[in-house]
């Protein structure tokens, strides 16, 4: 059992860690906010459809509008935005911002009508985050002359702080009980929202199927297939069989897949400063996780937050 185990932690580890390389080959030439949509379409009927016949019940209808809600602020709010930045951020940066979700969780929760109040502990370790993302995207003179998108860098941090909101609301949302189906409704209501804004902002002028290159039908099927189906799967397993301290870790390995695949396959920067920002910014999160109640679980790209009680 603990050769499983380890096994589906490792495919956890380089599955999730993998998916923002991936993004950043889908949006090579398919629109970020389409590809979302269409990503998380299809995944969400599959999971619907199989856990549908596996026997779990459908939402209800006051579950639907609670799913659309996450889906919008989950998949719209923090995966659309994070695609759209990969269109001039390196991939591995991104996932150093994003992995810093639960620094934002617990600023939003400490500003929510009776929400959980920091403790110095968790203050110190925010503290500290917070200066490893502005060592990671700060002035290029202090940050080692990398220059980053700044509207780029914007959208990542909006879209951590959206994760951070939806992951808040759904834990007082009525949502469906199998863990699985919710995620499907998730994502089949988030597509909606994501193909909405995709016709509004109008990226698909001039957009033809036949102009998207090998790389991003690659990236889109990975996202699809092994992203959100393996992923999730492996995850469920380990719910089940592995202690959620264990299973939590993949929220601190998977930054650094992501940093490593990027430098490896896109030959995106691995200097000292983005290695010691990593170390900073991951510490940090171990450090805020270890004396807090919000502790961190995945959502429909990498990571929800949940709370334990």
């Known amino acids: 059992m603990k050769t499983k185990i380890w096994v589906a932690l490792l495919a956890l580890y380089i599955v999730w860690g993998s998916t923002y390389l991936a993004i950043r080959f889908a949006v ?5 906010f389409f590809h979302a949509g269409l990503r998380f379409l299809i995944a969400g009927l599959i999971l619907l459809t199989w856990r549908k016949a596996a026997g779990d019940p459908l939402p209800t209808r006051k579950q639907w509008g609670s799913l659309f809600v996450v889906g919008t602020l989950l998949l719209l709010g923090g ?67 990398m220059h980053l998108n700044p509207l780029g860098v914007i959208a990542l941090l909006v879209a951590a702080s959206l994760w951070a909101t939806g992951s808040i609301y759904s834990k007082h949302a009525d949502l469906p009980k199998s863990a699985l189906m919710m995620t499907g409704g998730e994502m089949l209501m988030g597509s909606i929202s994501l193909f909405l804004v995709s016709l509004l902002t109008g990226e698909l002028k001039g957009f033809s199927f036949a102009h998207v290159t090998t790389n991003s039908w690659l990236g889109l099927v990975y996202l699809i297939t092994v992203g959100s189906m393996i992923g999730f799967v492996s995850y469920a397993w380990l719910l089940q069989n592995a202690p959620i301290s264990l299973v939590a870790t993949y929220a601190y390995v998977n930054p650094l897949v992501a940093v490593f695949l ?22 940090s999160v171990v450090f805020i996780n270890s004396g807090n109640r919000l502790k961190v679980q995945p959502d429909a790209n990498d990571a929800v937050i949940t709370e334990e009680g």
């Open 262 to 283: 990027g430098f490896l396959f896109a030959s995106e920067d691995l200097s000292l400063r983005i290695l010691a920002a990593s170390i900073i910014i991951i510490g």
């Open 28 to 32: 090579e030439s398919i629109p970020p």
């Open 79 to 145: 995966n659309g935005l994070v695609s759209w930045a990969e269109q001039t951020i390196p991939s591995g940066i991104a996932a150093l911002i994003v992995g810093a979700v639960p620094m934002f969780l617990v600023v939003a929760e400490a500003i929510r009508p009776g929400g959980v109040k920091p403790t110095p502990r968790v203050i110190i370790g925010l503290l500290i985050g917070f200066f490893g993302i502005y060592l990671l995207v700060g002035p290029s003179e202090f940050s080692g002359g």
